[in-house]
Nanobody, 121 residues
Framework: QEQLVESGGGLVQAGGSLRLSCTAS??????TGWFRQAPGKEREFVAAISWSGDNTYYTDSLKGRFTISRDNAKNTVSLQMNSLKPEDTDVYYC????????????????WGQGTQVTVSS
């Protein structure tokens, strides 16, 4: 059974930074992505990265503040979040699937349990 485990969430003041990590057990995936979801809202695509790490994809509104990267030796994908704003407060999910760069959550086969990020004003 494939498993994704997120870590690194927490409480931070506006303007601060957090680094989320997603560690996968078992096989490698064509694409690993981050999504976020607020209560009562749809899950939103944040970023994705190809297996090689050569290609990265972001939702336009987060470009320049968030950076996705991976370390295949550790089977880990990270999301560096800078200049955080209160509206970034969400549960962040790591997901993995076969389609590189997909923004569509339905194309991801495996999901982590989510990690809470709270940004105070």
């Amino acid at each position: 059974q494939e498993q994704l485990v997120e870590s690194g969430g927490g409480l931070v003041q506006a303007g601060g930074s957090l680094r989320l990590s997603c560690t996968a057990s078992g096989r490698t995936f064509g694409s690993t992505g981050w999504f976020r979801q607020a209560p009562g809202k749809e899950r939103e695509f944040v970023a994705a990265i190809s297996w090689s790490g050569d290609n990265t994809y972001y939702t336009d509104s987060l470009k320049g503040r968030f950076t996705i990267s991976r370390d295949n030796a550790k089977n880990t994908v990270s999301l560096q979040m800078n200049s955080l704003k209160p509206e970034d407060t969400d549960v962040y999910y790591c997901a993995a699937g076969p389609y590189e760069g997909s923004w569509n959550e339905r194309t991801y086969d495996y999901w982590g349990q989510g990690t809470q990020v709270t940004v105070s004003s």
